[in-house]
């Protein structure tokens, strides 16, 4: 529902004022879609709407930032992505490596580059590289930067580094069958280390995960969201941070 220009400031206010401290997620996924999907109706090309949806990612973190999150993850291209046009995926990684860069040159969030980095053209890949070891030091809010990602792929990376690992250790198969555990999974993915997902924010009306964080997101809240992510608001945010506020988790239990 769009307010009156007027009133939009006095809701936004009191939305951020109501939402319970105590409850705000330490680690939130958002799923950047629908960039293109906007460029159609404003009249523009595909490269329109992926600048745009990268000029938008600074405001989201810095409203994460102002309610005390922790950790956001940015999915920002995916492996399926990957098998576009080779134009478009050039064009795309050069907005995507310049939103990063960008990112990075503020000096306010620690950058983690999550994804097969491997299957990028290499001069995208070294610069999204750089971006993470610019701000290594960087002691603010951590953000995931996930291009080139998939779900399915992230866990067959864990599952190969933990055969290398043991295979180095000389653990035979039979031996690591034996032994093997989620918890093996968990230590090898490209979040290891981090909180799960409490929040997962999806833009543009799809209701699905596509593939975002299939193993982390197990426990996760979703939060769909009609508007592209262009248009994506702080008031959007605020009512994705009171809906997951308003449910009870039972995490499976």
């Not at 293109?36 to 745009?52: F, I």
């Not at 950790?71 to 939103?99: K, P």
């Not at 969201?225 to 506020?245: G, I, M, N, Q």
């Amino acid at each position: 529902m769009r307010l009156p220009h007027l009133l939009y400031g006095v809701y936004e206010r009191r939305l951020a004022a109501s939402l319970p401290r105590e409850d705000i997620p330490r680690h939130i996924g958002v799923i950047l879609d629908g960039n293109r999907r906007w460029a159609r109706t404003v009249g523009a090309d595909a490269s329109t709407g992926h600048r745009a949806g990268a000029d938008k990612i600074a405001e989201l973190l810095r409203w994460s930032e102002e309610v005390g999150v922790e950790v956001v993850t940015l999915w920002m291209l995916s492996t399926d992505n990957l098998s576009r046009s080779s134009e478009e995926v050039a064009e795309l990684l050069g907005i995507i490596t310049d939103a990063v860069g960008d990112l990075a040159a503020c000096g306010q969030w620690h950058l983690q580059m999550v994804g097969a980095l491997d299957l990028l053209p290499e001069p995208a890949a070294d610069a999204l590289r750089a971006a993470e070891v610019r701000t290594s030091g960087v002691a603010g809010m951590h953000v995931n930067v996930a291009v080139g990602y998939g779900g399915r792929r992230e866990i067959a990376d864990a599952v190969r580094s933990i055969l290398r690992e043991h295979a180095d250790n000389g653990t035979s198969l039979e031996e690591l069958a034996d032994t093997f555990s989620v918890e093996h999974i968990a230590e090898h993915l490209y979040t290891k280390g981090q909180p799960d997902p409490e929040l997962v924010i999806r833009t543009s009306g799809e209701q699905r995960l596509g593939g975002f964080m299939l193993w982390q997101s197990v426990h996760s809240e979703f939060y769909f969201c009609e508007a592209y992510w262009p248009d994506f608001r702080r008031v959007d945010f605020l009512r994705a941070l009171r809906s997951y506020a308003a449910r009870e988790r039972r995490l499976g239990r």
